[in-house]
């Protein structure tokens, strides 16, 4: 009998929608799911780690990953090089776990076409004012890098029915709740 592989998940927000929070909460009690460290030619910010948040590297080793086809995905986002190692994705999978990816719509729809069985899931800011508070309260960008996210943000926005399923991040405690919920459902799922 073939070994089973596990599912792909692809988590998608627009910056500064609380993504990454209430990934970090439903990721530290879901042990059945391995998060895909990405790689990006983006600087780290103050409390990331190489190799734990990010691959950062820099621009002629992305560009010559590229080129060695060592990507199953990569976008540019803003101004920096984003993307998903092969190897990072398939070992996972190919090991029976299941893995969830956090990148930017784009590239959530690359993997989708690649992979239909991959269930996406897009994370919904409450509203656009709300999101320019949480990249202000940040002060991780420049003006122009927030305003970048800001634009690409309300673009982003306007994607979200293409995905499986979305959540409202009104309330913290209740976004990681469903998105726990979801995940849970997800992988527990036949076939
Ligand atoms: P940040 O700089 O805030 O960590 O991420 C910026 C954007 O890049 C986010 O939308 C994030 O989901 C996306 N991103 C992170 N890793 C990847 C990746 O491997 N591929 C793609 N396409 N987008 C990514």
Redesign the pocket.
């Known amino acids: 009998m073939a070994e089973r592989k596990g599912k792909i998940l692809i988590i998608?927000?627009?910056?500064g929608s609380g993504?990454?929070t209430i990934l970090k909460r439903v990721l530290a009690v879901t042990p059945e799911v391995v998060y895909?460290v990405?790689?990006?030619t983006?600087k780290p910010r103050n409390n990331e780690v190489h190799g734990r948040d990010?691959y950062f590297i820099g621009e002629d080793e992305f560009v010559d990953g590229i080129k060695e086809n060592k990507f199953i995905?990569?976008?540019k986002?803003?101004d920096?090089y984003?993307?998903?190692y092969k190897h990072v994705l398939f070992d996972v999978i190919n090991s029976g776990k299941n893995v969830l990816?956090?990148?930017?719509?784009?590239?959530?729809l690359?993997i989708k076409k690649q992979f239909p069985e991959a269930i996406s899931v897009f994370i919904i800011p409450p509203d656009i004012k709300s999101l320019e508070e949480r990249l202000r309260n940040r002060r991780t960008e420049s003006e122009s890098d927030l305003k970048k996210?800001l634009d690409l943000a309300v673009h982003?926005l306007g994607e979200k029915d293409k995905f499986d399923y979305r959540i409202i991040n009104v309330d913290l405690e209740t976004a990681v709740k469903e998105t726990h919920d979801l995940i849970l459902k997800i992988i527990n799922k036949e076939n």
Do not use: C, H, Q
Request: hydrophobic letters at 25%; proline letters at 3%.
């Open positions: 998608s927000a627009p910056s993504k990454t895909s990405s790689a990006t983006r990010y995905e990569w976008e986002v803003y920096y984003y993307g998903t990816l956090e990148i930017d719509v784009k590239g959530a690359n996210r982003e």
